[in-house]
């Protein structure tokens, strides 16, 4: 069995299990947010009218909440979605609430890994698409809808028919030059937003034991954006020293038979990798960031589960340092805990001095949301995940993907820029 096949038969209590076998499986961890979390409520209202009494959900202990979609309160209903997630976490005692202004809040995919919210081997489910993020951790981590996680609230349990896994084999270390951004945005070219449809997809080889956690991060986050139901990476030493930082020694690591089946396999040839820029409007829609070098913007975005992790901030302050930006720039780091490392290491100073606008943690205008949204025409070049139409703002304008460094290179032309082009 590969990994998760093993996840999956460990917590459906079987010796083994198989592609397409369907298992009812017992979760670890669950996440809801500031936009699921009332969707969970109202399935709730909806079985209380049929006559369900719901006074207590499965184990408190296992769940936790995040404020982060439309924080700071966007407007008067994300003010007051905010009040009801603050009433339902205290009816149902659930203590792990990360609040908007109190402490270590953040993105909850960023939580989820910053916090060592969910741990190598566990079974993770979130309210969120991006939940795939956290395969990153050797665990199996998918999105579900408000009913699946209302049920799982209820009963601890959930089913899944076991994924068929692709295999990404990365040869060798990416250059310099080159982000786990522009990995995924290429794999997401080549295989297309279907091309993992209800499958996971698995990243090994020496160029992602190479890679750091958080650029593995960036990996799992964006199977989403190739149809996946979960993303993973075997659990190595650069991991476990992660969770070590993190003050979390103690899991059950879940590893792969050698002789483990995949669907298929898939080889990159890390050093041949170049900076990729995903067009509007849709993520498979990617080209060399080179051939989009007559493309003028009006605005850069750093920020999102996906791309304001720590080292993606250091890599828009290597570009950014001694220059000033030439369009409307935001960096909003993905969690407090990173805004606070960000400050320390003087990237902060860096940005501002740049002429770039630092604002708080928030999903902010990723999805479109608040805070810096795009007007009809503009076109923006963001550290996202997404540009469908709309995505950001006005349904006419356009978002391109990029990695950190092509972002902030892009800051500084107010064009679209690969950062080995800048002077
Ligand atoms: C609002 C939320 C449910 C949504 C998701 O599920 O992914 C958001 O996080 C996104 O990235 O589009
Ligand atoms: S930052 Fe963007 S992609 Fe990530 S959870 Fe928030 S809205 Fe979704």
Redo the contacts with the bound molecule.
């Keep these: 069995m590969n990994i998760t096949e093993k996840i999956l038969a460990r917590a459906s209590g079987k010796t083994s299990v198989s592609p397409d076998d369907v298992v009812f499986v017992n979760v670890d961890k669950v996440m809801v947010?500031d936009?699921?979390g009332p969707g969970v409520m109202a399935v709730f209202e909806k079985l209380r009218k049929k006559g369900m009494i719901i006074d207590k959900i499965w184990d408190p202990e296992r769940v936790w909440v995040a404020e982060d979609?439309f924080v700071p309160a966007a407007d008067k209903i994300s003010a007051q979605n905010i009040v009801s997630l603050t009433n339902f976490t205290k009816q149902f005692g659930i203590k792990k609430h990360f609040k908007y202004g109190m402490g270590q809040y953040g993105i909850c995919h960023t939580l989820s890994h910053e916090e060592a919210m969910v741990l190598p081997g566990e079974v993770y489910v979130g309210?969120?698409?991006?939940t795939n993020t956290t395969g990153a951790l050797g665990a199996f981590a998918a999105?579900l809808g408000h009913t699946d996680v209302a049920y799982v609230l209820l009963n601890g349990k959930i089913w899944f028919k076991v994924p068929e896994t692709l295999f990404f084999k990365i040869n060798g270390k990416l250059p310099d030059h080159v982000m786990a951004k522009d990995l995924i945005l290429k794999i997401i070219g080549d295989i297309g937003t279907d091309g993992a449809a209800y499958k996971t997809m698995q990243f090994g080889g020496t160029g992602v034991s190479e890679m750091s956690v958080e650029s593995r991060l960036t990996l799992t986050n964006m199977t989403?954006e190739a149809g996946a139901k979960s993303g993973i990476v075997e659990p190595d030493q650069k991991l476990r020293d992660y969770l070590a930082a993190r003050g979390v020694t103690k899991y059950d690591e879940v590893h792969e038979d050698s002789d483990a089946q995949y669907e298929k396999i898939y080889e990159y040839e890390g050093s041949e990798m170049e900076p990729i820029v995903a067009k509007p409007f849709s993520p498979e829609n990617t080209v060399v960031a080179r051939d989009l070098s007559s493309v003028e913007l009006d605005k850069a975005y750093i920020g999102s589960c996906t791309g304001a992790k720590l080292e993606d901030l250091q890599a828009a302050a290597k570009i950014l340092k001694g220059k000033t930006v030439k369009i409307r720039t935001e960096i909003l780091p993905a969690a407090m805990s990173i805004f606070r490392k960000a400050m320390d290491q003087g990237l902060l100073k860096i940005f501002m001095d740049a002429g770039v606008v630092v604002g708080p943690p928030t999903?902010g205008a990723?999805?479109g949301a608040h805070m810096g949204v795009l007007a009809k025409d503009e076109i923006c070049i963001s550290t996202t995940?997404?540009n469908f139409p709309g995505r950001m703002g006005h349904v006419e304008s356009q978002t391109y993907l990029a990695s950190p460094l092509v972002a902030a290179a892009s800051a500084v032309t107010g064009k679209i820029t690969d950062p080995r082009d800048l002077k």
């Design positions: 947010h936009v699921s979609h309210g969120d698409s991006h999105g989403t999903c990723c999805c995940n997404r």
